[in-house]
């Protein structure tokens, strides 16, 4: 084993029992809690790692890194797009994915649904909310968010799995509690619906600095890169 790679194993153990600790605090327990890494940046030497760590679900925001990683990481592992994707591209990682969680806009879940129709296949989705109106952030509006899962609903080849946020960026993540439980609210209450192809049953919800107050507020599904592998480096 590489030493130098010891780290991510120190750095999963410290996120690991924080996840325990506000799972707790949240009156669940840490394995109702999934860890996404996220690896975008990060070489295939420290996935492999990570993946020998036990962590299988890998999230990569960009679909040209995802797919090449897909065929340079030759192992059982669960790949996740949780960035902006354009509908030009859902053709090529349409087969490869196990939920996507940026679906913002109708046409998109139009076009995922279309090319999972001719792969014969029902792919997991969920929908990312622009909670706190910020403009850098990609999501659909919370008011418009019911129209839009409403009319997913009649696509057949989609399920929609729940919900992702993005929280602005805040010294103190308490200002940034709201976002999350305005999203556990709203989809507490779309979930009574009960609409088509749907199960409502993912919030997407917290990343490095700010996964103990959204796991606490509700989130079932951690979305973390840094805290695992340091601080990234663009090239
Ligand atoms: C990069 C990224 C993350 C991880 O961010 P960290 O702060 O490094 O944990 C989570 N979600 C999305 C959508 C990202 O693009």
Redesign the pocket.
Same mark, same amino acid.
């Given at each position: 084993m590489d030493d130098k790679l010891d780290f991510i194993k120190r750095n999963l153990d410290s996120v690991m029992e924080r996840i325990e600790k506000a799972a707790q605090r949240s009156g669940r327990n840490a394995r109702d809690i999934k860890l996404?890494a996220?690896t975008?940046t990060v070489e295939p030497e420290k996935i492999l790692k990570t993946i020998d760590e036990g962590i299988l679900d890998l $999230?990569e925001?960009r679909v040209q890194e995802l797919t090449g990683k897909y065929d340079i990481i030759d192992r059982k592992c669960n790949w996740h797009l949780? $960035?902006h994707l354009q509908t030009n591209k859902v053709k090529y990682i349409i087969d490869k994915v196990k939920l996507i969680?940026?679906v913002d806009r109708l046409e998109l879940a139009q076009e995922i649904n279309k090319r999972a129709q001719s792969h014969g296949i029902t792919v997991d989705v969920l929908v990312q909310v622009n909670v706190s109106g910020e403009e850098s952030k990609f999501g659909v509006a919370l008011e418009e968010a019911r129209e839009m899962v409403e009319k997913m609903s009649a696509f057949s080849n989609i399920r929609i799995r729940g919900f992702?946020t993005?929280a602005p960026f805040a010294e103190n993540p308490e200002s940034i509690r709201y976002v999350f439980s305005k999203l556990r609210d709203f989809s507490i209450d779309i979930r009574k619906e009960n609409l088509d192809n749907n199960n409502m049953d993912i919030l997407s919800m917290g990343?490095?600095?700010d996964?103990e107050v959204a796991i606490e507020e509700g989130s079932n599904m951690v !979305?973390? $890169?840094?805290?695992?592998?340091g601080k !990234?480096i663009y090239t």
């Open positions: 996404i996220v975008k $999230g925001n949780i $960035g969680h940026s992702m993005m990343m490095s600095n996964f !979305r973390i $890169g840094t805290a695992l592998f !990234r």
